[in-house]
């Protein structure tokens, strides 16, 4: 599996483990819910850096898991803190 394919169902995998939301804005007019695998696969760019919000009952557990699985993939994230 090509290591863009993985990183998009490491991600994919890694938010649906969490009931918060899990939202990746890639522009002021474009946001991809992290639980839809077909939003990160028309989306997902190694040159890119994206925000990251999340918002629920696990959102502490599911930020620091999400971030690491970013790191993992060398993408660049931002995390939306309120």
């Known amino acids: 599996m090509g290591s863009g394919?993985?990183?998009i169902v490491d991600i994919n995998m890694k938010a649906n483990e969490f009931s918060s939301s899990i939202v990746l804005v890639v522009s002021p007019d474009h946001f991809i819910d992290a639980k839809s695998i077909l939003g990160l696969s028309m989306t997902l760019y190694q040159?890119?850096?994206y925000r990251l919000y999340v918002h629920g009952p696990d959102e502490v557990?599911?930020?620091a898991a999400l971030l690491e699985?970013?790191?993992k993939h060398n993408l660049q994230v931002v995390l939306h803190k309120e």
Do not use: G, L, S, T
Request: net charge neutral; proline share 0%; aromatic share 8%.
């Open 5 to 7: 394919i993985r990183a």
């Open 47 to 49: 040159n890119q850096e």
């Open 61 to 63: 557990e599911a930020k």
């Open 69 to 71: 699985v970013f790191a």
